[in-house]
Nanobody
Framework: QLQLVESGGGLVQPGGSLRLFCAAS????????IGWFRQAPGKERQRVSC????????NYLDSVKGRFTISRDNAKNTVYLQMNSLKPEDTAVYYC??????????????WGQGTQVTVSS
């Protein structure tokens, strides 16, 4: 099913930081483009960030540019999302998934459980 496992979410105050982790069990990630997505209750799913298989190309949702950084360490079979200067509107369940195509528009993998990020004072 090419399902990934997210972790690292939690409760943080506005202006705080979190690092999310994306890992695979039973296969390697180095051949795949990976996207981070988020969905808040009552809102559409958003594509937050994507990274190419080699890590040489990245893109971001406009509202997170300058605050979030996607990276990967293929030797550790892990993709990361560093989130700084968090805002209440960043509150959502965050998912990572194997993607393909321009702007990570084609989903290859299946959705996992996600990890909850809550930004609140």
């Amino acid at each position: 099913q090419l399902q990934l496992v997210e972790s690292g979410g939690g409760l943080v105050q506005p202006g705080g930081s979190l690092r999310l982790f994306c890992a695979a069990s039973g296969f390697t990630l180095d051949y795949y483009d990976i996207g981070w997505f988020r969905q808040a209750p009552g809102k559409e799913r958003q594509r937050v960030s994507c990274i190419s298989s080699s890590g040489s190309s990245t893109n971001y949702l406009d509202s997170v540019k300058g605050r979030f950084t996607i990276s990967r360490d293929n030797a550790k079979n892990t993709v990361y999302l560093q989130m700084n200067s968090l805002k209440p509107e960043d509150t959502a369940v965050y998912y990572c998934v194997i993607v393909q195509g321009l702007g990570c528009s084609l989903r290859i993998g299946s959705w996992g459980q996600g990890t909850q990020v809550t930004v609140s004072s």
